[in-house]
Nanobody
């Protein structure tokens, strides 16, 4: 089985910072295609925040310049450094891991989410 777990969320004031972590683990060696951070506010659709695939990074326009995604390949751990946080960043943040299967396809795994709340 594959387990994806996030941590690092919390409550901060506008302008503050948080660092999120996500670790993917399994009883076998994982072949990871991509890892990314998504967020979802109540009543709204889940949206991509940032992702990293073979070293290449992608950011949504709303967080570009404020957030930084990185990965520790040896530990299958993903990070999201969030600076200059705004109230509109408030959401549950989810980690997604896309792994390759032995047959050449992919499977998505999601973490349970971690709450980020930014007060004004």
């Amino acid at each position: 089985q594959v387990q994806v777990a996030e941590s690092g969320g919390g409550l901060v004031q506008a302008g503050g910072s948080l660092r999120l972590s996500c670790t993917a683990s399994a009883s076998f060696i994982l072949s990871i295609n991509s890892m990314g951070w998504y967020r979802q506010a109540p009543g709204k659709q889940r949206e991509l925040v940032a992702s990293i695939t073979r070293g290449a990074t992608t950011y949504s326009d709303s967080v570009k310049g404020r957030f930084t995604i990185s990965r520790d390949n040896a530990k299958n751990t993903l990070y999201l450094q969030m600076d200059v946080l705004k109230p509109e960043d408030t959401a549950v943040y989810y980690c997604k891991t896309i792994i390759w299967t032995t047959s050449g396809g992919t499977i998505d795994y999601w973490g349970q989410g971690t709450q980020v709340s930014v007060s004004s």
